[in-house]
């Protein structure tokens, strides 16, 4: 008999309600679980509550299939996948009330021999908490690597617990969940070789195993990494704004240099990802994580530049019409979470009202935190009809295919580099 037949997904957003969908795909029996009562029934619906490319056919498969159910609580299974969010609070402090919130969901339903995964971007030692809460609240399971009597894989009735943490893009989920790599940590090695037989299930990439605590840092490494990477670009932005050479001009140069390659500059860092885990790691060593921290304030120092430097042009052109182009967090998606360029429009529509004029392809309809200020929601070409001024704030496709010709009439502040064939501001 396969030893993973029942999966247990809980929580059913970017992450994972694609992972249960690809795992109901290949023969198992998946549980979506979610506490929202609407993308509980969304998703029993076959309908998705989520952009994602060809994740509306494939949910629609395995539901009408019966291989994935879903329900606002677990029920027995033998894989339990944690997939929540796991936010910073108001003082950059990582919440992770949701991960616990799901263990207590299915504790009671907890049978021996069960694979409890961490899947959710968490701090270093949060998996072993996670076995800890377990034993506390279930002293008549047996949970690998915790208390002397178990461990080591001899018990096969043990709880096994393990970390791996989700690395997908947004935009290429489910191409990425099959091929990418993953890294997979266990309390004990014992309770990794069981997850590692798990996802080698439906994952191409390799399944590479380590430590629970290696395997939280690497999640948390990869985005701080990426994080101060955009951190350089957008400091060398400010720089060559002083001394106004042009920051493409340069970095296009410079990564010529065969070990060198410089992220792009942009209106600060966005989304759910990069702009908050680096403050796991920060919080955890204040007085070590000094790069990361400076890296953190340098983005977010960025989106306060763009605000100002938007606020000199304007004011300097008290008649003309503003065009805010662009309010995602990144090109070619309808995602705003944490956008620096939301950020920036906000400012902007609170200051000047019904002069600035927004352009979002990838939305039907303004966010209701901009229209309250009596801005106009409009496509690009109306903009380039009726706008002075333009500040370009995400590099959408359809704003590159824009000509010249066709904007040659507009001052810009241009942050992402898309329109450098006229004088630029970053
Ligand atoms: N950005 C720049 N300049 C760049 C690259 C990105 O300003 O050169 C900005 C983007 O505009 C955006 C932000 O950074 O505002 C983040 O975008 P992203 O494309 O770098 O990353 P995410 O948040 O969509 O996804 C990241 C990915 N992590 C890494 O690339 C290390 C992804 O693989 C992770 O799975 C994801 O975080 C996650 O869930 O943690």
Not at 35 to 56: F, M
Not at 321 to 345: H, Q, W, Y
Request: proline share 6%.
């Amino acid at each position: 008999m396969p030893e993973f037949q029942k999966i247990a997904v809980i929580g059913l957003g970017y992450i994972g309600l694609p992972t249960a969908a690809l795992i109901a795909s290949r023969g198992m029996q998946v549980l979506g679980v979610d506490a929202k009562e609407d993308v509980v029934r969304t998703v029993a619906a076959g309908t998705i509550h989520i952009s994602e490319p060809d994740l509306d056919g494939l949910v629609s498969k395995v539901v009408s299939s019966g291989a994935l159910t879903t329900a606002s609580k677990p029920q027995p299974a033998d894989v339990f996948m944690i997939a929540v969010p796991t936010p910073i609070d108001a003082s950059s402090r990582p919440d992770l009330s949701m991960v616990y919130a799901a263990v207590d969901s299915f504790v009671e339903v907890l049978a021996p021999g069960n694979l409890v995964i961490l899947e959710s971007t968490s701090p270093i030692g949060t998996t072993e908490g996670v076995a800890v809460r377990i034993a506390k609240m279930r002293p008549d399971l047996h949970v690998d690597g915790v208390g002397w009597e178990n461990g080591n894989g001899k018990d096969k009735g043990a709880i096994s617990v393990a970390y791996c943490p989700e690395r997908v893009l947004p935009g290429r989920i489910l191409t990425e969940l099959i091929n990418n790599d993953r890294c997979i940590g266990g309390v004990t090695p014992a309770s990794t070789r069981r997850a590692q037989r798990f996802y080698k299930s439906f994952v191409r990439g390799a399944c590479v195993a380590t430590t629970a605590r290696a395997a939280e840092l690497v999640k948390l490494t990869e985005n701080a990494f990426r994080d101060a990477n955009i951190a350089f670009a957008n400091e060398l932005s400010l720089i060559c704004d002083r001394f106004d050479i042009n920051v493409w001009e340069v970095i296009d140069l410079a990564n010529r240099h065969p070990r060198v390659n410089v992220l792009r500059p942009g209106p600060g860092v966005g989304g759910h990802c990069i702009a908050v885990d680096p403050w796991f790691i920060i919080d955890s060593a204040p007085d070590l994580a000094r790069l990361m921290r400076t890296s953190r304030d340098v983005n977010n120092d960025k989106t306060r530049k763009v605000i100002e430097k938007a606020e000199a042009l304007i004011d300097d052109h008290p008649y003309a019409s503003v065009a805010c182009c662009g309010l995602t967090f990144k090109a070619n998606i309808d995602d705003l979470r944490e956008s620096p360029a939301m950020e920036v429009a906000h400012a902007l529509a609170a200051k000047y009202g019904a002069r600035i004029k927004i352009v979002e392809p990838n939305l039907r309809r303004p966010p209701p935190e901009l229209a309250e200020f009596g801005v106009e929601f409009m496509t690009i070409d109306e903009a380039l009809h009726c706008c002075e001024i333009a500040i370009l704030l995400v590099d959408h496709d359809e704003f590159k295919m824009i000509p010249l010709a066709e904007r040659r009439h507009l001052d810009v502040i241009d942050t992402r580099g898309v329109w450098q064939d006229m004088p630029v501001r970053t």
